[in-house]
């Protein structure tokens, strides 16, 4: 079945670092791709998506872009600040409308001033 | 932005009760709810989605005895873990799917079952 693949964390950087952190995925079709992230004491918020291959989503200096070839999603910010610290979750979708998401372990990011 | 609420954010409760989540959804109206669980370093997982006045769909390995669900309104959803036992333990989590078809998430519950 379909399946989410993220970097094991927790990520530790100092600010203004540059951050990646890694996604693959399994899946039959074309899924569409999210992430997510839920700071501490909050619910989960879309941080960005793709629909298609090539796609880049963007969202607050984070990107990430839909590569089909290599079935992955990674994550990027190039300078990240203390208050980005939270679980970024990566995601899937089959494409279908209503279809719940399939999501990866979680990878906590911590930043330190 | 569009909120769900969660509530409790946590309990504890002794071996054999049950317990009651509910998920909200305040500005809008969710055709579909989606309940979910994580154990600690695991992915969420889903556990079963429910669409407004029928019986929820439950994953494979989850029991619909145990993990009631109860879609009344477009606006609420309840989750009941029924006799739960120290196994239960674990942070819950439920999402709802607007109109729009935008998906919004609780901010979870966290229960512990001595």
């Known amino acids: 079945g379909d399946s989410v693949t993220q970097m094991e964390g927790p990520v530790t950087l100092s600010e203004e670092a540059f951050l990646t952190i890694n996604c693959t995925y399994t899946?039959?079709?074309?899924?569409?791709l999210f992430w997510y992230v839920q700071y501490p004491g909050e619910g989960l918020q879309l941080l960005l998506k793709?629909?298609?291959?090539?796609d880049k989503g963007s969202n607050k200096g984070f990107e990430a872009t839909y590569r089909k070839e290599t079935t992955s999603f990674h994550l990027e910010k190039g300078s990240v600040q203390v208050s980005d610290s939270a679980v970024y979750f990566c995601?899937?979708?089959?494409?279908?409308?209503?279809?719940?998401?399939?999501f990866g372990k979680g990878t906590t990011l911590s930043v330190s001033s | 932005g569009a909120v769900v609420s969660q509530h409790p954010s946590w309990v504890i409760c002794k071996s054999g009760t049950s317990v009651k989540i509910e998920c909200r959804s305040l500005?809008?109206?969710?055709?579909?709810m989606f309940w979910y669980r994580q154990f600690p370093k695991q992915s969420l997982m889903l556990m079963a989605t429910?669409?407004?006045?029928?019986?929820?769909?439950?994953e494979q390995g989850v029991e619909k005895d145990k993990f009631l669900i109860n879609h009344a309104s477009l606006t609420l959803s309840t989750l009941t873990v029924t006799s739960a036992h120290p196994e239960d333990s674990s942070f819950y989590i439920c999402?709802?799917?607007?109109?729009?078809?935008?998906?919004?998430f609780g901010s979870g519950t966290q229960l512990s079952v001595l």
């Open positions: 999402s709802a799917l607007g109109l729009d078809e935008k998906l919004f």
């Open positions: 429910s669409n407004e006045g029928s019986k929820a769909t439950y």
């Open positions: 500005d809008f109206q969710a055709t579909t």
């Open positions: 899946a039959t079709g074309y899924p569409s």
């Open positions: 793709a629909t298609k291959a090539d």
């Open positions: 995601a899937l979708t089959p494409n279908q409308a209503g279809t719940a998401l399939i």
